[in-house]
């Protein structure tokens, strides 16, 4: 295996596993909302993407083309 698949492999493994953290995640954090069944799920859909967007609009390929409304996080942790 080149050294681009094995990269690839393994960036196909963290995503796949971020995927089933951030749905655990964003189920976990809605689930005080006063939604059930169908409008759970549109929640919860909705939730993950604008996740995806967000995390998507800290990369700098992202920044660099400036594409949507990206803007700086300025937030600090702790």
Do not use: C
Request: hydrophobic letters at 35%; a negative charge; proline letters at 3%.
């Amino acid at each position: 295996m080149s050294k681009m698949k094995e990269i690839d492999s393994i960036a196909q493994g963290v995503a796949d596993y971020m995927k089933e953290l951030l749905y655990d995640t964003v189920e976990w954090q809605i689930s005080d909302q006063p939604v059930n069944g169908d409008d759970f799920n549109e929640l919860h859909s909705y939730v993950m993407d604008k996740a995806i967007e967000k995390m998507a609009m800290e990369l700098p390929e992202f920044r660099r083309l400036n594409i949507g409304n990206y803007k700086q996080n300025t937030n600090t942790v702790g």
